[in-house]
């Protein structure tokens, strides 16, 4: 812990700023706490607290801007990538939707104090086609705005964190070991929800193939469209005919969609997981028929090119 406060001491900017990078990057580096302490420190003109600012607020600006010109180039891609290595696969994307759907830009403020969001919002930001100028105003804003609170709060109870520092050093490696046994819980704990959240033994899916011959016959399926507004206007990708109905306005079109017609649902998320969860709220509303697009708008977009199938007699059987 000593050595960990000298590094602070000796090299209090350019710490905070690789942490800052790192963090906003998507690492798993605990930005904040370097921020707190070295915000402690320099009460004492250990470090330079105008010097630890800007590290930061350069860090939260290059982190971010990557995936900003990301979002802007490859757009609904990188948001895909973020979810599929995220503990929380599709929430991460959604709560990011709602927030940058409700506050615009000032949603790059919001993101930052919100875990999971901070990394999704910048990239989402330029896939939405936010101006580089606009981008750069409410990053450079958010970044003054957590770096200055985190300073603050360290240079506020510097005293409190010198003793908690202090009790650290001497506690020594078993510190570090329950602080590592902490967080292997916590990871697993998350490891835990996502497999649950990923069980679909009470969901039936729909091949793309078989969907488009079904789509083709006498009394085809109605298609629903359960991403929200704004991931339909990252990706423009649909299916013909299909309704645009979000999953927290499903309980509410149930008579619109209790006509007798199978349902089949989709989204553009990992593994399915607004399509998945958008059926259960349909079964759980009396609709018995539903089922889930398999691979979602990837695969029914990757089979756009093959020649309709016979439509199968059994493939709406319930």
């Known amino acids: ?14 710490v905070v700023f690789l942490a800052t990078l790192a963090a906003r990057i998507g690492a798993p580096v605990p930005a904040v706490p370097f921020l707190i302490v070295a915000g402690g420190l ?62 615009g830009g000032l949603s790059l403020i919001a993101a930052k104090f919100v875990p999971g969001v901070s990394v999704v919002a910048p990239p989402m930001a330029g896939a939405l086609g936010m101006s580089n100028r606009r981008f750069l105003a409410y ?3 958010a970044a003054l705005i957590w770096t200055l609170g985190f300073l603050l709060v360290g240079r506020l109870f510097h005293a409190a964190i010198n003793d908690v520092l202090a009790v650290l050093s001497n506690i020594g490696l078993g510190a570090l070991a329950v602080l590592a046994v902490a967080l292997i819980a916590f990871l697993a704990w998350r490891y835990h929800q996502r497999r649950m959240a990923r069980r679909t033994d009470d969901i039936d899916h729909m091949a793309p193939d078989d969907l488009r011959a079904a789509l083709g016959g006498a009394a085809p399926p109605v298609v629903v469209d359960v991403r929200t507004a704004q991931s339909r206007a990252i ?42 969860a958008a059926a259960r709220v349909l079964m759980a509303g009396g609709l018995p028929r539903v089922r889930v697009l398999a691979g979602g708008l990837d695969a029914w977009a990757a089979g756009e090119d093959k020649p309709l199938p016979a439509a199968p007699a059994a493939v709406w059987t319930t």
Request: hydrophobic share 50%; glycine share 10%; with cysteine.
């Open 139 to 141: 990053e450079t804003a």
């Open 1 to 14: 812990m000593n050595d960990l406060l000298e590094l602070l001491a000796r090299h209090g900017a350019a």
């Open 235 to 276: 990706d423009a990708r649909v299916i013909p005919g299909a309704l645009h109905i979000e999953i927290r306005q499903l309980s509410d079109q149930l008579v619109l969609l209790s006509n007798g017609r199978p349902i089949v649902v989709f989204c553009d998320c990992p593994e399915d997981a607004s399509a998945i």
């Open 42 to 103: 320099s009460v004492g003109g250990q470090v330079s607290f105008v010097a630890v600012a800007l590290a930061a607020v350069l860090g939260n600006i290059l982190g971010d801007g990557v995936w900003f010109l990301a979002g802007r180039r490859w757009g609904y891609r990188v948001m895909r990538l973020l979810c599929r290595i995220s503990l929380s696969a599709d929430s991460c994307v959604k709560r990011s939707e709602s927030i940058l759907g409700r506050w």
